[in-house]
């Protein structure tokens, strides 16, 4: 079946250096995509989202890249703290046949930051 | 505004017995997501309710789940008959009445069954 899926499993960056987190799908009809972080014994905490007629967004320190052409996301964060260690998940919202919108997750990518 | 909150943080349950989850969703929202999470692996949907009404239960598993959200209260996931497969996190997560692209998740609820 169609899914979201993650490249790189665990992450390690030196604290200040640029992190890249990156996400596959494989649901052309998606239309809708957000980043999650979920710290530990947590729940996951919108952080930036991006809809498909557009191929970045910035937010604070945080940047949303889309790839329609090769189904491909990626997040980037600027000067990494030692704070955004945490597990990131992308998510694709699809406008499903039943007309209603389903939120679908990737596997997720663990992000550490060393000091 | 308080969020999307769920209780019980933590709960512990032994083979057989039953399972409550409650999910209170954020004010002005009506609509209620609850999702599964397996340790180091994403969140897996299994319920989508609006007041009264189940939408989509095509990730919940045909028997010993069930989900409801009632017209006054919260909404209550319950798993009878717990086995230790059900060890898990569960989240639930609301949207605002029209809109369900974005959801706001609560802290969830961690189910260990012994």
């Known amino acids: 079946g169609e899914s979201v899926g993650l490249h790189l499993p665990t992450l390690s960056v030196q604290e200040g250096d640029n992190s890249i987190i990156n996400c596959a799908y494989s649901n052309s009809a998606s239309d809708y995509f957000i980043w999650y972080k979920q710290e530990s014994g947590k729940g996951p905490q919108f952080i930036i989202d991006i809809r498909s007629n557009m191929d970045k967004r910035q937010g604070q320190r945080v940047t949303v890249l889309l790839n329609k052409t090769v189904k491909h996301l990626s997040l980037q964060i600027a000067a990494t703290q030692p704070g955004d260690s945490a597990v990131y998940f992308c998510a694709e919202n699809v406008r499903m046949d039943t007309g209603r919108r389903a939120l679908t997750f990737g596997s997720g990518t663990r992000l550490q930051v060393q000091p | 505004n308080a969020g999307v909150m769920q209780n019980p943080r933590h709960l512990v349950r032994r083979r057989g017995q039953e399972a409550r989850l409650r999910c209170s969703p954020m004010?002005?929202?009506?609509?209620v997501y609850w999702y599964r999470q397996l340790p180091e692996e994403g969140l897996k949907f299994m319920v989508y309710?609006?007041?009264?009404?189940?939408?989509?239960e095509s990730g919940m598993p045909k028997e010993r789940f069930s989900a409801e959200f009632p017209k006054e209260g919260p909404s209550i996931l319950r798993i009878q008959q717990v086995v230790r497969g059900d060890s898990a996190a569960y989240f639930c997560?609301?949207?605002?009445?029209?809109?369900?692209?974005?959801?706001?998740f609560g802290s969830g609820t961690r189910l260990t069954v012994v």
């Open positions: 309710l609006q007041k009264e009404n189940i939408i989509d």
């Open positions: 004010k002005g929202h009506s609509h």
């Open positions: 997560a609301s949207s605002p009445p029209g809109q369900n692209y974005g959801y706001t």
